[in-house]
């Protein structure tokens, strides 16, 4: 019977809530709750007005940073999708005029896009019934400026995830090193140097490192990553200039003047 009221006492001992560990008082610190005292927000909300507007920037940095992301990874898929089955078409193609009018429908292709320019440009060159050499460097350059301009639109907002990830650390040390400098005058102010005066700022200020790490990692990893599929698509456009120069000028300006863009075409695959 001792035995049984001896577990009945343990136990509830064991379920009321520990208000005041052992030795605290002894040492001068104040009861916390256990998840008070792991609660970032409320790290957050104790936090001073520098270090809270540091956690403001680097959230505003994250937002922008997964906008910019997950954009960038419907249009890099679409562009990808849709040059594949451009290159398809155009190899299957027996009339560059047809093809033309079908690159309408693949509007997320730069590789489509390039090809429209560079037939309009071969269409004004037959129209002002240049020389071979002549049509072929004006075409040449319009691939080139459409390339470009295809480029820039893929590495659109793609620095910002690399200045994101450099930056982003950083801004986070500059909140923790102010917050740790509020404590540590704090402590000279109250004139102790216990952990309840230290620990608070302390954890309140590493939050701020801690936000610019969640900021800056997904932003080096996706912008390498776009970085590399961009890469890879520059390869394919560059590849794709060459090919239709090599075709132009093997079975359409050797044949002499050609149609204008969007009017009939041939060129035997």
Partial sequence: MSIALDLVSLAQAAAQPLADPAGSAAYGLPAVPAAAASNVILMVTGA???????????????????????SK???LSRASRNSNAFLDAFWQSRSLANLY???????????????RVGYQEL??????????????????????????????????????????G??????????????????????????????????PGISEALVATAVGLAAAIPAVIFFNYFNSRVRELEAEMGNFNADFINILERDLLKRGPAPQAGRAGAREA
């Fill in 48 to 70: 001073g007005p520098v270090v809270k507007g540091v956690l403001l920037a680097l959230l505003a940095f994250s937002m922008f940073s997964w906008a910019i992301i997950l």
């Fill in 73 to 75: 990874a419907v249009q």
């Fill in 101 to 115: 009018a079908e690159a309408a429908g693949f509007g997320a292709s730069p590789i489509a896009q390039i090809f």
């Fill in 166 to 199: 450099n930056a982003a650390p950083f801004i986070g040390l500059f909140g923790t090193v102010w917050g740790i400098m509020d404590s540590f005058h704090e402590i000279g102010l109250a004139g102790t140097a216990n952990l309840a005066t230290v620990a």
């Fill in 123 to 164: 269409g004004r060159v037959h129209k002002a019934k240049l020389d071979q050499r002549t049509a072929m460097e004006n075409v040449q350059r319009a691939l080139r400026r459409s390339g470009a301009a295809e480029s820039t639109r893929l590495f659109k907002y793609l620095p910002f995830l690399a200045t994101c």
